[in-house]
T-cell receptor, first 112, second 115 residues
Framework: GNSVTQMEGPVTLSEEAFLTINCTYT??????LFWYVQYPGEGLQLLLK?????DKGSNKGFEATYRKETTSFHLEKGSVQVSDSAVYFC???????????FGAGTTVTVRA | ETGVTQTPRHLVMGMTNKKSLKCEQH?????MYWYKQSAKKPLELMFV???????ENNSVPSRFSPECPNSSHLFLHLHTLQPEDSALYLC??????????????FGPGTRLTVL
């Protein structure tokens, strides 16, 4: 079956620090990969996505590259802000499947 | 209204009460989902509806009863809940039958507290 493993938090950083959240996956087919973000008191929002190997998704300064050889989709941001404090979820969707398989989520706190 | 909306945003209920959560999507999608998000636990998929038919029920207790009267609306009827059912309930929608990426769009959630 499909599964997603992401690094456990919480992660605490200072403003302008570099952020990496590791995500690896197991899938039977050729999945699409996603990063979702959940700000305090809100639902999940799609942050970025990639549909095939070597695709790079990017949004709001965040990037993640679909690495088929290492089955990974690590999230990175070069200089975080306090407003990036949130919970980040890695997820995958198999072709022709309604479901998303989510990682456990990583809580990120950025201090001023 | 745009996107996915959920009402109420907060709900406190006793174990003997009956209440309903409502979700509405304004995106023209054909699939809708209920998730449960509890503290320190992974996101749990509860129900999936496609074209108003339930296509998945992940062993959810019968005290949770979903209803999808049309492709834009999804309800979760609650009765005789337990304190451990307190959680954030998230609704989502997507358009998997359109082909391509089946990314899901989420509502803001209903924070449920069972006393």
């Amino acid at each position: 079956g499909n599964s997603v493993t992401q690094m456990e938090g919480p992660v605490t950083l200072s403003e302008e620090a570099f952020l990496t959240i590791n995500c690896t996956y197991t899938a039977t087919g050729y999945p699409s990969l996603f990063w979702y973000v959940q700000y305090p008191g809100e639902g999940l929002q799609l942050l970025l996505k990639a549909t095939k190997a070597d695709d790079k998704g990017s949004n709001k300064g965040f990037e993640a590259t679909y690495r088929k050889e290492t089955t990974s989709f690590h999230l990175e941001k070069g200089s975080v802000q306090v407003s990036d404090s949130a919970v980040y979820f890695c997820a995958l969707s198999d072709q022709d499947d309604y479901k998303l398989s989510f990682g456990a989520g990583t809580t990120v706190t950025v201090r001023a | 209204e745009t996107g996915v909306t959920q009402t109420p945003r907060h709900l406190v209920m006793g174990m003997t009460n009956k209440k309903s959560l409502k979700c509405e999507q304004h995106l023209g999608h054909n699939a809708m989902y209920w998730y449960k998000q509890s503290a320190k636990k992974p996101l749990e998929l509860m129900f999936v509806y496609s074209l108003e038919e339930r296509v998945e029920n992940n062993s959810v207790p019968s005290r949770f009863s979903p209803e999808c009267p049309n492709s834009s609306h999804l309800f979760l009827h609650l009765h005789t809940l337990q304190p451990e059912d307190s959680a954030l309930y998230l609704c989502a929608s997507s358009n998997p039958l359109a082909g391509g990426i089946s990314e899901q769009f989420f509502g803001p959630g209903t924070r449920l507290t069972v006393l």
